[in-house]
């Protein structure tokens, strides 16, 4: 069975799904880093790679996709999932 692939909303890097972190907006309208792959809300994928997490910073590429603003807490957990092994 081939795992299933998503898209980096920053670089539209297609990659195996557990190689990305989701991100959500719950629909209460919360967001928070998804980090078992399983809540329910509007999802967006960015690789695991602080480039990416810089860009979707610069070019509110999370905002954009979520349509919500992205708190900053969000960034500082995004970079740190960076080094963290799966
Ligand atoms: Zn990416």
Request: one cysteine or more; glycine letters at 4%.
């Amino acid at each position: 069975m081939s795992e299933p692939f998503r898209t980096c909303v920053v670089c539209r890097a297609k990659r195996p799904k557990a190689e990305l972190i989701r991100v959500i907006r719950s629909p209460e309208g919360t967001v928070c880093v998804d980090t078992r792959q399983k809540s329910n809300g509007r999802g967006a994928y960015i690789c695991r790679d602080a480039d990416c997490i810089a860009q979707a910073y610069k070019r509110k590429a999370l905002v954009r996709h979520l349509k919500t603003e992205i708190p900053d807490e969000i960034y500082t957990a995004l970079e740190g999932y960076v080094n963290e092994q799966t």
